[in-house]
């Protein structure tokens, strides 16, 4: 952000221009929506921790959404060991449909938000890794 001052006539104004941040590259967009879709491949919380780890040096842009993608998965995985003895009781079948479809539907939420070069905070989710 940089102020600059424009002095009129015996009064002055201070007016702020805001630069935007450079858009990120084709790849830094792809790692970001793997890291949302890696569910999808079988690889839940292993693609984001090693696409976070990889490129935490080279772009804040696949870090955040690489560490929001890890902290979903993790959420996910343990609202679903939450779920599993609320099964033997019935209550915990429709959760876990419900756990199940809502985090089907917001990775690919994600992944389209990551394709427009945005990061997409996931409702619900425990922040361990920051």
């Avoid at 001052?5 to 935007?20: D, F, I, N, P, S």
């Avoid at 919380?45 to 804040?60: F, H, K, N, Q, W």
């Avoid at 679903?80 to 479809?101: Q, S």
């Amino acid at each position: 952000m940089r102020l600059f001052r424009v002095v009129r006539k015996g009064h002055m104004e201070t007016l702020t221009v805001t630069t935007a941040a450079a858009s990120p590259k084709g790849s830094d967009k792809i790692w970001s929506m793997l890291s949302h879709l890696s569910a999808f491949f079988g690889v839940g919380i292993l693609l984001p921790l090693v696409v976070y780890l990889a490129m935490r040096g080279e772009s804040d842009y696949v870090a955040s959404n690489a560490r929001e993608a890890l902290n979903f998965h993790i959420s996910v995985f343990i609202y679903t060991l939450c779920c599993v003895p609320l099964a033997f009781i019935l209550i915990g079948v429709p959760l876990l449909i419900v756990i199940g479809l809502s985090a089907l539907v917001l990775a690919i939420v994600a992944a389209v938000k990551a394709s427009k070069g945005l990061c997409y905070h996931y409702p619900l989710t425990l922040r361990l890794v920051s």
